[in-house]
């Protein structure tokens, strides 16, 4: 076996915290204030942890860098901090790489492309910890590659009572179907092991695009191109498309003085000034929209996965996106562009769409069904209730799931309609977690009671 090892920060000892501190999410959507935190170096710890929790009657949430827009890791009992539980652990001969639950994906990006390797799909960021964005389903957009999640082939949780479960398609084969995405709601997850593949280079092509255009090629442009993905400009018939293919090369990346100008000055830096002012004036907002939706140019580059999956995004928002049949996704976004047309909505950030295959995961917004999504987002601050409701009635109206680490309303008398598999889930939680020591209010409302 050819093994290379790299490890996080360690200690010994993982004391118990009181604080009065309030914890938030990054876009400032969710508060907690819990009783006590822990930070633990090791499973041996966080296992402990979990048991004296549960022997005092505390519920226990584990949280990663905040990027879930709900309340998933929300809890006013133990807060479980992932700081220390980081690492890096490649297994060539297996084509496998084992990650400790807190290690940010970006640290992981990094070092499997020094070693000459890559996860085969992945989302556009990459601030989130693995346990986190796995958890709540995170993802790219791919015609045949999927989530994160389903790029996991063996993971390790505490449950409820402290034991520690490692599960895979042969060990535990419910458990592993089940909490690939578990939404915390089984046991705090120590570690994640992904199949990888050699680094590769993908060609990736962005250029302008009528919407009438994409909404009539949009099935074709899916199957001509591995990664095929969209931007929407809301009170303008303009969109971003974006096709990521496999190349043999040569790498060409984007420039470092064009990348500062389109990455950092003109999706961020101008993009932030115009929403700032969209926000403070919203009847500016289509006119910025049209400005937004003719800045960006058409170009093309060359670069390895993460470079072109993942770019930088610090202009902060609320984002609601629901997962609907692919065959669903063009009359629904038809019915989003109608409704925002017809409305007083004034909406400052661009509608993102992205595929995925069916996967076998039970609570997989893309379990059992070819999926296609639909990303609405606003301003940071900006009052979103009302566009998020209208805009949610639609993609339910064609039985969308909701991402569950995103904004929506569902409950899950909604979610055993849209998951045959949703009573396997609930089952499996009763026996392990029968006493909701990683229940919270959010859990509640999609899971039952």
Known sequence: MDEQQTQGSTRTASPVRTRNGTWRNWAGTVAARPARETVPASAAELAGAVRDAAAHGMRVKAVGTGHSFTAAAATDGLLIRPELLTGIQIDREAGTVTVAAGTPLKRLNVALAREGLSLTNMGDIMEQTVAGATSTGTHGTGRASASISAQ???????????????????QNPELFAAARIGLGALGVITSLTFAVEPVFLLRAREEPMGFDQVTAEFDQLVAENEHFEFYWFPHTGNCSTKRNNRTAGPAAPVGRLSGWFEDEFLS?????????????????????????????????????????????????????????????????????????????????????????????????????RETAYIAVHLYKGTPYQAYFTAAERIFTAHEGRPHWGKIHTRDAEYFAEVYPRFAEFTALRDRLDPDRVFGNDYLRRVLGD
């Open 268 to 368: 961020n830096g101008v993009f932030q000034a115009a929403n700032t002012l969209g926000r403070a004036v919203p009847a500016t907002i289509p006119s910025l929209a049209r400005l937004s939706s003719r800045a960006l140019s058409a170009r093309t580059y060359t670069d390895i996965p993460y470079k072109v999956f993942t770019s930088p995004r610090r202009v902060r928002f609320v984002e609601m996106e629901y997962a609907v049949e692919r065959e669903a996704l063009v009359p629904a976004l038809r019915e989003l562009r109608a409704m925002v047309d017809r409305s007083p909505l004034r909406v400052s950030f661009p509608v993102e769409v992205r595929t995925a295959p069916a996967d076998d995961i039970t609570l997989s917004t893309a379990s059992g």
């Open 152 to 170: 996991i082939t063996a993971l390790e949780l505490v449950t409820a009572d402290g034991s520690l479960l490692t599960c895979s398609r042969e």
